[in-house]
């Protein structure tokens, strides 16, 4: 069981989308932590998000690496492609993926590129429609919208 668990973190790819220093007013004055948000995905239709925060960078990447793992999802893709045209929203973050055809590439910007090429997805068209620039929510809005073909697919 363990030997088994070594070999699956090794398939992850992972990628640090964001990294903040968040602070905690106290009676003696601030106390600072770093807050991680970091995907993981194997490239092969499976991917995740986690947000966890530490008391130093490390500390809290590595939090973030085991939330992304307990919130892994598996989509369907057809070739290198998602199925179908999907769309979610996630609080202010917006965003609409269309499959495109083999060999044009990834086009997209930003957090809901890397939570794609994560996922294994080559060819695709991605839009953040959304007012937010914020990287966690359109990140999020993108793993939501790739849930809807787990969802719907199987």
């Known amino acids: ?23 905690r007013v106290v009676a003696g004055g601030k106390r600072f932590r770093f807050r991680a948000t970091v995907v993981i995905g194997d490239g092969n239709g499976r991917v995740g998000i986690g947000v966890a925060k530490g008391s130093d960078v490390e500390q809290a990447v590595g ?18 492609t998602i199925s179908r045209e999907v769309e979610a929203k996630f609080s202010a973050a917006k965003v609409l993926i269309k499959p495109s ?19 294994g997805v080559q060819d695709a068209t991605a839009k953040c429609l959304g007012t937010t ?15 809807q073909l787990k969802a719907q697919d199987n």
């Open 101 to 119: 055809a083999a060999g044009k590439g990834l086009t997209a910007g930003g957090a809901v590129r890397v939570v794609l090429k994560l996922a």
């Open 1 to 23: 069981m363990m030997n088994d668990n070594l070999n699956r973190k090794e398939n992850f790819n992972e990628e640090v989308l964001d990294l903040r220093r968040v602070t």
């Open 63 to 80: 939090k973030g690496r085991v939330q992304a793992k307990k919130n892994l999802i598996k989509i369907k893709m057809k070739d290198r």
């Open 133 to 147: 620039t914020n990287k966690l929510t359109n990140a999020l809005a993108a793993v939501k919208a790739l849930s």
